[in-house]
C-alpha cells in the first residue's frame, strides 16, 4: 500500500500548511534534538504489556497480517488498561501502537484489525512525527504551566486542525483492510461503547448527513459547531462514519480492495 492510496486531500493540504508555518523547521529540529519521543518510549515500558506470539498471539497474528498488507516497517505492540475503546500511534524514529483494554474487549478480532490498520496508515502517511509533537505540546501545556496553549496557538491550532483531517486517511487505511462495512461497525461502537452494534451501522453515517444539513442551516450553527470541533484531535464519528461511506463508492477504494485481495 502507498500512502497516496489513502492519503485525503484534505489531510495533505493541511500537512502543508504546518509545513509552511514560518519556524516550524526549526522547531521540529530542536524537538528531535531534546530526543523527547524517548519519553514514550520509557513510559510504554513501564505500564504497559508489549503484545508478542507469546503473551497474545491471536491479536499478534492479527497484527503481523495488518502490518504486511499496509506494508510497513512492523513497530510494537503494546495493551495499555483502560475500559474507553481506543488507541493510539507515536514516535518517529521508534514507532509503537498501544490498544486499550477496552478496544480489545470491544471489537472482535476483525474490527481489530480494522483499528490496528488504522494505526498503520497514521504511520504510513509518515503522520507521528506531527502527532508526537502534538501530543508534546497537550502535555507540556498542561503539566509545565509555562508552555501554555496561548504561547502556541497558532502551532496548536493548525496542527489540532491537520490532526482531524489525518484522521480521515487513517480511518481509509482501515477500511481497505477490513473493508468498509467491518469499519463502520467499528465507528458504531466507538460511538455507543456498546459490544453489539451490527444493526446500526448505517445510522451513524444517517446521522452525518443530518450533521452536515444541521450545519448548513445557519451560519450560528456553524459558528457554534466548529467553535467546538477546533479543539478536538479527531472529527466527530458520524463526519469520520459519511466521509468512508463516500469513499467506498470511488474507484480509488475498489482498485485498493482489488489489490490487496490479489496480493494475500
Ligand atoms: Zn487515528
Redesign the pocket.
Given at each position: 500500500m502507498k500512502a497516496k492510496d489513502i492519503m485525503h486531500p484534505e489531510d495533505a493540504k493541511a500537512i502543508q500548511t504546518i509545513q509552511n508555518i514560518k519556524g516550524i523547521d526549526k522547531f521540529i529540529r530542536m524537538y528531535m534534538n531534546m530526543g523527547y519521543e524517548s519519553v514514550y518510549r520509557g513510559e510504554n515500558m513501564a505500564n504497559m504489556i508489549q503484545a508478542t506470539k507469546e503473551t497474545f498471539p491471536e491479536i499478534y497474528g492479527a497484527f503481523q497480517e495488518v502490518v504486511n498488507i499496509v506494508g510497513i516497517r512492523e513497530p510494537k505492540l503494546y495493551i495499555y488498561n483502560d475500559p474507553v475503546i481506543n488507541a493510539?500511534t507515536y514516535g518517529e524514529t521508534d514507532t509503537f501502537i498501544a490498544l486499550s483494554s477496552g478496544m480489545i474487549e470491544h471489537l472482535d478480532i476483525e474490527e481489530l484489525k480494522g483499528a490496528m490498520a488504522?494505526?498503520c496508515g497514521?504511520i504510513l502517511c509518515k503522520h507521528t512525527l506531527y502527532m508526537t509533537i502534538l501530543e508534546t505540546i497537550k502535555y507540556a501545556g498542561t503539566f509545565f504551566k509555562f508552555i501554555n496553549y496561548s504561547l502556541l496557538s497558532p502551532i496548536f491550532l493548525a496542527m489540532q486542525y491537520w490532526s482531524r483531517k489525518?484522521?480521515l486517511s487513517?480511518d481509509r487505511c482501515g477500511a481497505a483492510v477490513v473493508g468498509e462495512e467491518c469499519y463502520q461497525r467499528i465507528l458504531a461502537k466507538l460511538a455507543s461503547g456498546m459490544k453489539h452494534t451490527s444493526k446500526f451501522t448505517r445510522e451513524l453515517i444517517e446521522q452525518g448527513k443530518s450533521y452536515v444539513a444541521f450545519k448548513r442551516a445557519s451560519l450560528w450553527n456553524r459558528v457554534q459547531q466548529e467553535s467546538r470541533s477546533m479543539f478536538y484531535s479527531?472529527p466527530q464519528l458520524c463526519v469520520r462514519a459519511l466521509e468512508l461511506d463516500r469513499w467506498k463508492d470511488s474507484y480509488a477504494y475498489r482498485e485498493l480492495i482489488n489489490t490487496i485481495k490479489l496480493d494475500k
Amino acid at each position: 500500500m502507498k500512502a497516496k492510496d489513502i492519503m485525503h486531500p484534505e489531510d495533505a493540504k493541511a500537512i502543508q500548511t504546518i509545513q509552511n508555518i514560518k519556524g516550524i523547521d526549526k522547531f521540529i529540529r530542536m524537538y528531535m534534538n531534546m530526543g523527547y519521543e524517548s519519553v514514550y518510549r520509557g513510559e510504554n515500558m513501564a505500564n504497559m504489556i508489549q503484545a508478542t506470539k507469546e503473551t497474545f498471539p491471536e491479536i499478534y497474528g492479527a497484527f503481523q497480517e495488518v502490518v504486511n498488507i499496509v506494508g510497513i516497517r512492523e513497530p510494537k505492540l503494546y495493551i495499555y488498561n483502560d475500559p474507553v475503546i481506543n488507541a493510539f500511534t507515536y514516535g518517529e524514529t521508534d514507532t509503537f501502537i498501544a490498544l486499550s483494554s477496552g478496544m480489545i474487549e470491544h471489537l472482535d478480532i476483525e474490527e481489530l484489525k480494522g483499528a490496528m490498520a488504522h494505526e498503520c496508515g497514521h504511520i504510513l502517511c509518515k503522520h507521528t512525527l506531527y502527532m508526537t509533537i502534538l501530543e508534546t505540546i497537550k502535555y507540556a501545556g498542561t503539566f509545565f504551566k509555562f508552555i501554555n496553549y496561548s504561547l502556541l496557538s497558532p502551532i496548536f491550532l493548525a496542527m489540532q486542525y491537520w490532526s482531524r483531517k489525518s484522521e480521515l486517511s487513517a480511518d481509509r487505511c482501515g477500511a481497505a483492510v477490513v473493508g468498509e462495512e467491518c469499519y463502520q461497525r467499528i465507528l458504531a461502537k466507538l460511538a455507543s461503547g456498546m459490544k453489539h452494534t451490527s444493526k446500526f451501522t448505517r445510522e451513524l453515517i444517517e446521522q452525518g448527513k443530518s450533521y452536515v444539513a444541521f450545519k448548513r442551516a445557519s451560519l450560528w450553527n456553524r459558528v457554534q459547531q466548529e467553535s467546538r470541533s477546533m479543539f478536538y484531535s479527531h472529527p466527530q464519528l458520524c463526519v469520520r462514519a459519511l466521509e468512508l461511506d463516500r469513499w467506498k463508492d470511488s474507484y480509488a477504494y475498489r482498485e485498493l480492495i482489488n489489490t490487496i485481495k490479489l496480493d494475500k
